[in-house]
């Protein structure tokens, strides 16, 4: 399975933004599929999932509210609406996909999402 993530970009505080990944493989569209994110000097931390085999999507607590995971299962793509951006949402966001919540196989390459004050 092989992830491809675009939409990154430099925006202002309140802006927003929308990243998009396509997954390409025989078993993308069983996987599940969502983003994390790793600011600098931190650790890679868990964003949100899209909606899977019944279980409603996910997200970490500190985006709840502000960002939208959304699944196109007919392309095998996974989109992150990102509204209201804070300073804090400053990272590198990667697209992930894997056979479940708690096994991310594939990474995609990062998108950089920097967010001025």
């Known amino acids: 399975v092989q992830l491809q993530a675009s939409g990154g970009g430099s925006v202002q505080a309140g802006d927003s933004l929308r990243l998009s990944c396509a997954a390409s493989g025989r078993a993308a569209t069983a996987y599940i599929m969502g983003w994390f994110r790793q600011a600098p000097g931190k650790e890679r931390e868990f964003v949100a999932r899209a909606n899977w085999r019944g279980n409603p999507a996910a997200y970490a607590d500190s985006v709840k509210g502000r960002f939208t995971i959304f699944r196109d299962n007919a392309k095998d793509s996974v989109s992150l609406q990102m509204n209201n951006l804070k300073s804090e949402d400053t990272a590198v966001y990667f697209c992930?996909?894997?056979?479940?919540?708690?096994?991310?196989?594939?990474w995609g390459k990062g998108t950089q999402v920097t967010v001025s004050s």
């Open positions: 992930a996909t894997g056979p479940s919540p708690n096994h991310w196989k594939y």
